[in-house]
């Protein structure tokens, strides 16, 4: 304003004002909404104001963790990477990411995204404890991967169960074992013991092709054409 005093540019400088004041008052609301965990009242005020503030890395970091909260982790994905891009060095982003990826039970990408996090800061506690956990259980997945395909069926059982016990806390692991372990019992015809694995990730997962596929294998070798 002060440089050109023109009636077009002080009607464009107030609009500007107005819409920042709004924009502020958005954000209040949208910090207000998140500490009292109205978690879909904060996304929906903060969609409005990433509409006009589009690189705003924090804002983005903030809707990231209510869509953590309110269980859309491919959406707090996306938020992440962009704040990731958007802010330098930014360690926490790929830290969350690597975290999410590894709770969905994507372990590949959770290791590539900790790597990104320690190719910033080498020292980062928190990447790196993480990246330990993620690389170990990756070898053992790859390790018990390549048994299966060599036909080494005992092997692949006794790495699967040894990812079980590496990582106990994130159910997916432990089904996924589970059902690499109900294929290697099918293929080893031990159609009993095949039978009663894959019914329990059947029971967890009831459209899962590959359990019911390799239990439709045991029961043919148990004669039961009906099953």
């Not at 909404?33 to 969609?47: F, P, V």
């Not at 999410?100 to 506690?125: A, P």
Request: aromatic share 8%.
């Amino acid at each position: 304003l002060k440089s050109s005093p023109s009636n077009n540019e002080e009607k464009d400088a107030q609009t500007q004002l107005t819409k920042s004041d709004e924009l502020q008052r958005l954000h209040s609301q949208a910090l207000s909404a998140y500490q009292q965990e109205d978690y879909e009242a904060a996304i929906s005020l903060l969609d409005e104001i990433l509409a006009v503030c589009v690189w705003d890395a924090e804002l983005r970091e903030l809707r990231a963790e209510c869509y953590i909260k309110e269980g859309e982790p491919s959406k707090a994905i996306s938020d992440l990477k962009a704040a990731a891009k958007l802010k330098n060095d930014n360690t926490e982003a790929f830290y969350k990411i690597s975290r999410i990826y590894y709770q969905l039970g994507d372990h590949e990408l959770s290791l590539s995204e900790v790597r990104e996090c320690l190719k910033l800061d080498q020292d980062h506690k928190q990447c790196f404890s993480l990246y330990k956990q993620v690389k170990k259980l990756n070898k053992q997945i790859e390790s018990a991967e390549e048994f299966i395909r060599e036909g080494r069926y005992e092997d692949a059982i006794s790495k699967y169960e040894t990812v079980m016990k590496t990582e106990p806390e994130v159910p997916i692991y432990s089904t996924r074992a589970k059902e690499r372990i109900c294929h290697c019992l099918s293929k080893n015809q031990q159609a009993t013991e095949a039978i009663k694995l894959c019914t329990e990730v059947l029971q967890l997962e009831p459209t899962n092709v590959n359990a019911l596929k390799d239990r439709a294998e045991a029961y043919l070798l148990e004669d039961m054409y009906e099953e």
